[in-house]
């Protein structure tokens, strides 16, 4: 008998677990990130990655991984490739608002 | 790299051929092969222990065919007994297997690894 | 209450099925509602297969023997933890334990991802259903633990070889690690059909990859253990396929662990890591199905369980599966940057995928090997020992002083120059400790003094990376703290090299003797005196029926003092069996271990004496890469705080 009573608990239970998003609310958008969203996402991983190469670059020379010599060759294209990131997150931003 | 790799892909496929492997028989199919085997097979019968030798018949697992005589010397295995399945390795004497390395099989259908003893 | 137990397997299969078929069409047609309701199916799953893991809980601990599993796995006198080990003690059961902690990683999954990877979480949502519908399909038509019968008065009972506390842990464990491979694949799955395959759901999976690799290496180093002390043989490790089965998605894992990274930060070997992350999911896999279907111990186990057939289908399938979509996905996965030096981080990364994965091939072409000559050759062949004590050196050996080079090599590229100045002191340390070694007779075994030399190297690296790192930032919490996962990475390398210390030892440089002592006889082996001293005989009467164990007492003398007992247990159901006797010294790390292989009639006994150097370092090896594994696993909430922060940015 209560195999009976749990068992149609559970399967009751998984009916209106599966049918609760069509009982609240009637908004039907999957809230993806749309196009401008993702060029957004993507400008800002290149520049957290070149943020964190820089600072990783940092740390190696601070200790001793990197000399001073294969550091200055290295780290200006770093720059260069984060203020590049960084610029181009400003210009989208600015599309966007005019 | 798909070289290197091709290349590495290679040298297990000599390696293995040339050296390193030996055929793996069951009772009903043993005579005949010389050199090293390692055969598979259950216990049956009576095991006989004398000194440090154990004497015992193997037939296979499946089928129950083919019955080997085995002449077996060296540390016996946990679980070894009359019904269960073990491997050895050795050779083909005559007409009786003469080996020095056994291991058992859990009884259990699923269960982790096998016991040895070499 | 079996009833209960089948229809909530059918529940799940449902729930599963429709996760996936409505998961896939809310994904293509981009309905919110009909993905957050297959997403819910998803999480009912679990729930229903949870209901049906506490209906055979229950029948396990009740003794139920009404259920044929209950009567297959327990007796009356089995204690109540055994009895609820024996869940997965058998294919049926074992196979719910996978089933839920299937459903529970992916509910969990998806339930902390649904506002931060949407785009991602739509596809994942029908790959883990499709996977868990496979599964309790199995459960509900192919392998129930949920058959009756009448009850017989006793249960069969667990096999006293299995009823020890690893049999609590170890497979659990292994199975956390096996079904955890499934989150980042289904990842990968999404990635690859949503068409975002960028960083993003590496990022997302990270630590649930990690997790799980965590578990399937402690899982394996309990196994080991276990076999070491229980089976009574010596060794832990036999290069069994079950054992393989387990080694070789853990090896694919570890070679994606590091190239992740390589993508992370230079969007290079998207391909590779696809392909890995597919490799390890589909060992995981066939490891299991090794495990169950016996195939590869017998040439004939196909025909003892259906399931095997079922299984080696769910493989070829998401194999192919698998394939199709990283050929699809090719223009997208394309690298856009190269490789910039062969002396760069990047560079040794690419080198010990190689040589990881190589590995791993060597294991599966061993394991492989008896089923393709049966089939090609018509004689099964089988492979022993030797083949894999080769590539573990080929491979293993060099991969050991990458682990030493790697941390030391910037990355993009590094001088030749920079790089000797860095190696200076690991250098200098492996030529000292070789030269020790040598003069300490260490010499005996080549495998085994490069083992050596190559660890002292490596370990000189991670101090030398550690005394660097706290003088930069002032104290080692910190720099443990703003870099756990480098720092962690390092602590797992030092637990592999404490590993590589332990097999080294207690393999290339053991002692294993055979002596026969009458009582009050000595032997005196590698600084250890054991004198016979005298037989005891206990018979007990078990649940397994009457056995008698033969024990042995020794005398210690020299390097240990004190008594060792070592048995021999004869039960008259289930055969011998060793109860060996281990003394450890804790100074050397190595083991003393003293098996009782028989008794002759004239009153002597025989005694296989190993000395296993160092063998303790394997255990010891087993905890620090728990503590590695958590350190770099460790949640970092500023990290995820940014992340959410980015996301919402990014939406305006």
Redesign the interface.
Known sequence: MTALVLGAIVAVAAVVLVSLPFLTGTDDDLDVPDEAAERRLELMDARDRALAALKEIEFDHETGKIDDVDYRRLVGPLRRAAAEALQAIDRLAEEDLT | ?AL??AG??AV?LV??AVG??????EPS?LAGHTGKV?L?GKVVGHVQKS??TLRFKLHN??GASGLVPVVYRG???????TG??VNL?GHLDGSTFVSTSMT??????????????? | MADLGRAALAVSFGLALYAACAGTYAALEKRRRLADSARNALVACFFSTLVAAAVLAHALVEHNFSFVYVYQHTSRDLSTVYSLTAFWGGQEGSLLLWLLVLTAYGALVVMLNRRLLRDLIVWVVPVMGAIATFFSFILVAVASPFKTQTPPLDGLGLVPSLQNPYMVAHPPMLYLGYVGLTVPFAFAVAAMISGHTDERWIVATRRWTLGAWMFLGFGQILGAHWAYIEVGWGGYYGWDPVENAALMPWLAATAFLHSVMIQERKGMLRVWNMILVALAYELAVFGDFITRSGIVNSIHSFAQSSIGGWFLGFLIVTTLFSITLIIWRLPLLKARTKLESALSREATFLYNNLLLVALCLAILWGVLFPILTAEFLGQARTIGRPYYDFFLHVFGLPLLLLMGIGPLIAWRRSSVRALLKSLRWPIGAALVAGAALIAAGAGSSHPGLIAYTFSAFVLTTIVVELVRGTRATGSLMLLIGRNRRRYGGYIVHAAVVLLAIGIAGSSAYQTNVERTLKPGQTAKVDGYTLTYKKLETIPTVTESGKQVETRALLGLGGRAKGTLATSLINSTLLGPSHAVGIRTDWLRAQDLYVILEQQNANGSIIFQILVKPLVNLVWLAGFVFLGGSLVALWPDAAEQRRLVARLALARG
């Open positions: 790299m290197a790799v590495v892909l297990f390696y293995t390193g492997s030996e055929p793996l028989l199919n390692s598979t000194g440090g697992i499946q540390a016996v295995p946990d679980l070894f007994k269960r399945e390795d058992t099989k859990c009884p259990s259908k699923y269960t982790a690894s096998p016991s040895s003893s070499a």
